[in-house]
C-alpha cells in the first residue's frame, strides 16, 4: 500500500517561492506515476503537474515555467518547486500516486490511485 505525506506548505506574498515534499512510502517511487494536483474550496481537485518514473513531467498551462517537479529517489522523496508565486495558487495541495511507471496524457485527479492527507499554501498580495 503506497502512503504519501506531504510537508512544507505555508503562507508567502506573491512573487516568492515555496517548495513542497511528498514522502513516499510502501513502494519504490520509481514504480509509480506521481502527480501534484491542488484544491480550492468548492471547486473540483485541479492538476499541476505529474511526473513519470524516468523523471519526465507534464505542467499545467497555470504553472509552466514556474513550478518544477524533481524527484529523490535515495529518499523517497518527490518535491513541488513553487516560484514567482500568485495569490491564485493558495489551494490545498495534494501529492499523489498511481501504479505504474508511465502517466496519463493529461493531469486529472480521477487518473490517480494514491493520495496523501494534503498541505496548504497562502499566497498573499
Known amino acids: 500500500q503506497v502512503r504519501l505525506m506531504e510537508s512544507g506548505g505555508g503562507s508567502v506574498q506573491a512573487g516568492g517561492s515555496l517548495r513542497l515534499s511528498c514522502a513516499h512510502s510502501?513502494?519504490?517511487?520509481?514504480?509509480?506515476?506521481m502527480g501534484w494536483l491542488r484544491q480550492v474550496p468548492g471547486k473540483e481537485r485541479e492538476g499541476v503537474a505529474h511526473?513519470?518514473?524516468?523523471?519526465?513531467?507534464k505542467y499545467a498551462d497555470s504553472v509552466n515555467g514556474r513550478f518544477s517537479v524533481s524527484k529523490d529517489n535515495a529518499k523517497n522523496t518527490l518535491y513541488l518547486q513553487m516560484d514567482n508565486l500568485k495569490p491564485e495558487a493558495t489551494a490545498s495541495y495534494y501529492c499523489?500516486?498511481?501504479?505504474?511507471?508511465?502517466?496519463?496524457?493529461?493531469?486529472?485527479?480521477?487518473?490517480?490511485?494514491?493520495w496523501g492527507q494534503g498541505t496548504q499554501v497562502t499566497v498573499t498580495v
Open positions: 499523489a500516486a498511481r501504479d505504474g511507471v508511465l502517466c496519463p496524457r493529461a493531469i486529472e485527479h480521477y487518473d490517480f490511485t494514491y
Open positions: 510502501g513502494s519504490t517511487l520509481g514504480s509509480n506515476c
Open positions: 511526473s513519470n518514473s524516468f523523471g519526465r513531467a
